[in-house]
């Protein structure tokens, strides 16, 4: 196995040091075969906040000191936005011009200085590492580094702990640090557990990736999923993609509009486009005949305008 990969022990380090700051979401079942795993409950709204708290914990005084900086379409901004606030440390988050409302109004009610950079990730990496060398900020990256994926992995001990006889695990993938920290922290201990990544149809990085044996990028990402939409995997997730994810589907925006209008429907969640991906990908291997029991979706996330979510769950199906 590659010595590169984030370890078991490291995500239980994190698990410790991220309590009580982060929720223990609950699984919440829908029917007989597909289980939730609610991260749209957490404090900000997605699972990023495990990441960003196992970060900044890690961060020596004078790093803390000298403020930090990330880029993000929104979820990991709004994250380290307030992770930074609970740790007093001043944060400046680049987001794309594109940006939803609801996601930049969050980053800045926590306190954080936004830039509106672009409308692709590298456009907002390009523009926060100006700004981490201009100022002396320190980089919390939004998914390729191993603290960040440690702390997306505690959401994998917690669904084994919650859900001991689980046999798939359905888990959305932008940049891949939510499902290399899940496949790590469950496959180590469950081998048998199958992980299914799930990507929109419009940017499927990590599926490219796999064809090429690499991390490449795309030409764009397009997608209702606006926090998958990044165009290249990281180099450290497209490793533990590798290492210890089963399958990756791919599902369209009509099927993500329809999970999502499933999931208030059926579970009375509101769940943001991008955190209802996973339940589309399941809902599409029910519709084949494949979705076995047992079944869990991560619901990653539930920031949605009102507006936006209005016009899902009145659409008709």
């Not at 795993?37 to 404090?43: A, D, I």
């Not at 669904?159 to 695990?169: A, D, H």
């Not at 869990?296 to 209005?310: E, K, R």
Request: hydrophobic fraction near 45%; charge should be neutral.
């Amino acid at each position: 196995m590659n010595s590169a990969l984030v370890t078991l022990e490291e995500i239980r380090a994190a698990d410790a040091r991220i309590r009580p700051l982060a929720r223990r979401t609950p699984t919440i079942d829908v029917d007989d075969d597909l289980t939730l795993k609610c991260e749209n409950f957490q404090p900000m709204g997605a699972f990023k906040i495990r990441g960003a708290l196992n970060m900044l914990g890690q961060l020596t005084e004078s790093a803390r000191a000298a403020g930090v900086v990330t880029y993000s379409s929104g979820n990991h901004g709004q994250a380290v936005a307030l992770a930074a606030r609970r740790f007093g440390v001043t944060a400046v988050i680049v987001m794309p011009v594109s940006a939803t409302r609801v996601k930049v109004d969050a980053v800045r009610r926590y306190g954080a200085e936004v830039i509106l950079e672009g409308t692709t990730s590298l456009h907002r990496k390009a523009r926060a590492e100006a700004e981490a060398a201009t100022r002396g900020l320190t980089m919390v990256p939004p998914f390729d580094h191993p603290w960040i994926i440690a702390g997306q992995g505690t959401a994998g001990i917690e669904l084994l702990e919650q859900r001991p006889t689980v046999k798939t695990v359905y888990v959305p993938m932008g940049g891949g640090g939510l499902i290399s920290g899940v496949a790590t922290a469950i496959k180590t201990q469950r081998p048998d557990v199958r992980i299914v990544g799930v990507e929109p149809a419009g940017a499927a990085k990590m599926t490219a990736a796999k064809a090429a044996g690499q991390p490449v990028t795309l030409e764009k990402g397009e997608s209702i999923a606006d926090g998958l939409i990044t165009v290249r995997p990281g180099e450290l997730t497209f490793e533990h993609v590798r290492a210890f994810v089963d399958e990756l589907v791919t599902v369209t925006d009509d099927a993500i509009a329809d999970a999502v209008r499933w999931l208030f429907r059926e579970a009375r969640l509101v769940a943001e486009p991008s955190g209802a991906a996973s339940v589309a990908g399941a809902r599409a291997a029910r519709a084949a005949g494949r979705l076995g029991p047992e079944t869990v979706a991560i619901v990653s996330g539930g920031n949605v305008g009102p507006q936006d979510f209005a016009r899902y769950i009145a659409a008709e199906p």
